[in-house]
């Protein structure tokens, strides 16, 4: 197994610990660039904390990225997934989300994509405070690990439909900051961390689900009181800041 795809399952593994509350069953998924032409990403069908390598396929970014401008539906999309398939043979057959794990290694230009549906999360994002939750930041290291605020998507169709309709959102981030986003959150759904290793997308995940709880925690007890955005500025371009953030990527 290459040493990518052996640091993509042991990603997979880690966040599909029962302990973790962030997938059971078939959910989440995960993936990781191999070099311009293509990508690791979660086969249909598996367990993310039993996962081996059979658990993924790689395919290639040109025929994937092309069904967010041409989309099909029903079985020539279907047929469209199988055939972008470096490995022809076989039945594995990538995640329905593959399109948007392409859309986000290409446009964001990150290494590794983990995609979780985290109780803590998902306990916001299953409420009228989900945006409030994404745009703002309560501590600083929120701030250094998760960016200085999320991608908030309110729910959409999952597949080829929200891979389109987050192409828009991240689109609009990248134009206003200059610099792609950490995190994505979407509404009744899930988390997505945009690292620039599987270590960097973990201690996103881990980042976003303490500030769930540590969020959720402040709302029951009153309001909560956010950074100001010049101190949350101030923090994610601090030199020493940045030096700390790239000593655990
Ligand atoms: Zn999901």
Redesign the pocket.
Known sequence: MSAVLESLVSLSRMLGEPARNLAIIG???TSIRVDDDSFYVKASGHHLGTITEAGFVQVGFAPILRLLDEPLTGPALQEAFLGARVDQTGAVRPSV?VTFHAMLLAECGVQCIA???PVEVNKILCSTRAEQFASNRTCPDEVVLCGPRSVFIPYFD?GLPLAVEMRRHVRAYIEENNEPPKVIL?GN??LIALGSSTTDAFNITQMAVKSAAIFAGACSIGEPVFMSREDIHHIYKRPDEIFRRRQFI
């Open positions: 959910e989440g998924n989300e995609h979780t549906h999952p979407l759904h899930g």
